[in-house]
């Protein structure tokens, strides 16, 4: 192997795979660094701050906070004094009295404390898409497909194939704002399921090889209109040689707006998968770490845009009301403010031991998955 062909290999696929593991770093770096600064203004002592989990690779010591990168990439945590909770370290500072700790504090300190992560995690999207907008984004065309892997029962129920582009949707042509042709489709396709209204049928018009076809789909069948929304996409292009670039205040703005925009859409998705009870099109740290990997491949700008979307993902994960979460966390602090007395610590440990042990198990079952995916190409 000649020289220009290791430099192609290293810029095509290790540099790449390194901007994705640092990105993906920086993502869980500025979640716990909302939990550290909130501490710091509030005079909490942190013995550590950690970003990934498991055994310590590499640790330094400044101030008072033992800074550390450990072993399994999947996460992080600030150790907070006076704050009980199982796998953030070694909690030998969790029962802490005093002005230092974190249970002396009064529940809006708490509050922005634990939502702390959450909270730059929101701010690092609209910060990105604002410096975007700035400097000059590619500008992008959005299309609304069916998916390669498209599920064998719909193509053998209609005349529907992979990667066929829909247009409309009962006769209103929507090819100009596919945002509002998927919110158009979940809300047709979702409507049967929760009415008994009469057999209907939805139009879609589709484009196959620059020629137009018509598809009538009975909406009251269950399990196709299930089949049918997860094998929906949204795929983004950049247009060549065309940018959106704005001034500094409208860029602010554009930036607020397309953020705003994908925390609906991914609230209304993260609905959707509750409602449904289904992680069918759920991606683990692996999926998240494999489409980093290809998004870095395109370059650095589509690969911002992309962890800027990973960012508003894992603010709204982390307000599930989950034991292991921040929204587990807030849930307590609220309810021990509302009764006016600590929640017992048997009753909170167990909680959030019982939420670990169930949220390691599903990135280990999310991981399964896309490894399966990855391997055989099939999403289950």
Partial sequence: MNFNALSIMFNTKFLPLIYAIIGFGLLIMIHEFGHFIFCKIFNIYTPTFSIGMGPKIIEKKIGTTRFQIAALPIGGYVEIAGQSEPGQGKQEYAHMQGEKSFANKSYWKKALVICGGIIFNIIFAYLVYSIL???????????????????????????????????????????????????????????????????????LEIMRNDHKIFVDINTQDE????????????????????YEKYSFFGSIIQGIKVTNQWIYQILYSFKYLISQRSLKGAGGPIMILSKTFETAQKGIIPLFIFLAFISINLAIINLLPIGALDGGQLLFITIEAIIRRPIPEIIKMTINIASLVLLISLIIYLSYKDLLYLITGKIS
């Fill in 223 to 242: 399990k196709i209109n299930n089949k049918i929304l997860n094998s929906i996409q949204l795929k983004s292009s950049p247009i060549e040689g065309e």
């Fill in 133 to 203: 907008f700035f400097i000059g984004i590619p500008k992008q065309k959005s299309e609304v497909f069916f998916s390669k892997k498209i599920d064998p029962v719909i193509t053998e129920s209609f005349d529907i194939k992979a990667e066929d582009k829909i247009v409309s949707i009962n006769t209103e042509d929507l090819s100009n704002d596919p945002k509002k042709l998927i919110s158009q489709l979940q809300n047709q396709f979702l409507q049967p399921l929760s009415k008994n209204s009469k057999t209907q049928q939805i139009k």
